[in-house]
């Protein structure tokens, strides 16, 4: 049974040694490397358990976690999870963005939204947090297709759970999925 934490020292761990870790080789390559390269001596039965290869509901011990948190740079797993606590890379936090929230629109009203390479949308608010499309350019999204969303935030991907479209629905859709939208406003 593995915690975020032990799920993001196994991908740091295989960043590292600059491949995944997915046969019955590849661990028993990974820990021979250990052991010879680094003097860390983790079984390649021990590692298959922790990737998942092989069955366990176990805990991994903490010597294996003191040992692979010193294998990417650690000086064992207690000072991995305070790293972790204390990296910005990982934490939550507010930031600053061009948004359009749904709550703050008034049913009938247009906004238009936009992402590279060239899309273009003009939605019409129905309340609700509901769009119709009313005109789509150079997408996937068509005019007459509805969608629910709570906002649009410049520079990030709009993920939407699904497009409704002559009466179905669609599996999830994202726009803008490098780069963000890059057009969000009201049409005045």
Request: proline share 4%; charged share 25%.
């Given at each position: 049974?593995?915690?975020?934490?032990?799920?993001?020292?196994?991908r740091l761990v295989e960043e590292r040694y600059g491949k995944h870790l997915?046969?019955?080789?590849?661990?028993?390559?990974?820990?021979?490397?250990?052991?010879?390269?680094?003097?860390?001596?983790?079984?390649?039965?021990?590692?298959?358990?922790?990737?998942?290869?092989?069955?366990?509901?176990?805990?991994?011990?903490?010597?294996?976690?003191?040992?692979?948190?010193?294998?990417?740079?650690?000086?064992?797993?207690?000072?991995?999870?305070?790293?972790?606590?204390?990296?910005?890379?990982?934490?939550?936090?507010?930031?600053?963005?061009?948004?359009?929230?749904?709550?703050?629109?008034?049913?009938?009203?247009?906004?238009?939204?936009?992402?590279?390479?060239?899309?273009?949308?003009?939605?019409?608010?129905?309340?609700?947090?509901?769009?119709?499309?009313?005109?789509?350019?150079?997408s996937k999204v068509e005019t007459g297709d509805r969608f629910v969303t709570?906002?649009?935030?410049k520079e990030q991907p709009l993920y939407l759970p699904y497009l409704e479209?002559?009466?179905?629905?669609?599996?999830?859709?994202?726009?803008?999925?490098?780069?963000?939208?890059?057009?969000?406003?009201?049409?005045?």
């Open positions: 049974m593995n915690t975020p934490e032990i799920e993001e020292l196994k997915t046969t019955t080789t590849d661990f028993e390559e990974f820990s021979v490397i250990l052991r010879l390269r680094h003097e860390i001596f983790v079984s390649p039965s021990t590692l298959k358990r922790l990737y998942g290869y092989v069955s366990d509901s176990h805990k991994p011990r903490m010597l294996t976690l003191d040992s692979l948190s010193a294998y990417i740079g650690h000086k064992d797993y207690a000072s991995f999870l305070l790293w972790l606590k204390k990296s910005s890379y990982y934490n939550s936090s507010f930031f600053d963005a061009g948004q359009l929230v749904s709550s703050d629109l008034e049913q009938g009203e247009q906004i238009e939204i936009g992402w590279a390479p060239n899309r273009l949308l003009r939605l019409e608010y129905l309340g609700d947090s509901l769009y119709h499309v009313l005109a789509a350019q150079n709570g906002c649009f935030i479209r002559n009466g179905e629905r669609t599996p999830p859709f994202v726009a803008g999925r490098n780069g963000g939208l890059s057009i969000v406003r009201k049409i005045i």
